[in-house]
């Protein structure tokens, strides 16, 4: 069994920052795609930012239009963790964050593992 394990949400003025972590767990064989999606209450879930190649050295990484100068996601492949650092953040950015990851587990197979999600709102 995999898990993802997410951290760091929680209430932020317009301007500030959080650092949220998703750390994956179990039976894992390896990892092909880490990243982060969010859903804002009437919206549909959009992909925020990504690591693909995970356990490569040379991951490449995809940010929404969004916050393209304002996020960051960054990786520690020896805990198979994925992090991601938002900056100058705006009420606009207030969802629900979930970590996303496709991986091969002990049944061989890559399948797509979600986190539980948490709260990130920005507001004065």
């Known amino acids: 069994q995999v898990q993802l394990v997410e951290s760091g949400g929680g209430l932020v003025q317009p301007g500030g920052s959080l650092r949220l972590s998703c750390a994956a767990s179990?039976?894992?064989?390896?990892?092909?795609?880490m990243g982060w999606y969010r859903q804002a209450p009437g919206k549909q879930r959009e992909l925020v930012a990504a690591?693909?190649?995970?356990?490569?050295?040379?991951?490449?990484?995809n940010y929404a239009d969004s916050v393209k100068g304002r996020f960051t996601i960054s990786r520690d492949n020896a805990k198979n963790t994925v992090y991601l650092q938002m900056n100058s953040l705006k009420p606009d950015d207030t969802a629900v964050y979930y970590c996303s990851a496709n991986l091969r587990d002990a049944s061989n197979r890559d399948q797509q593992y979600w986190g539980q999600g948490t709260q990130v709102t920005v507001s004065s």
């Open positions: 179990g039976s894992i064989i390896s990892i092909n795609f």
């Open positions: 690591v693909t190649s995970f356990g490569a050295g040379f991951g490449a990484t």
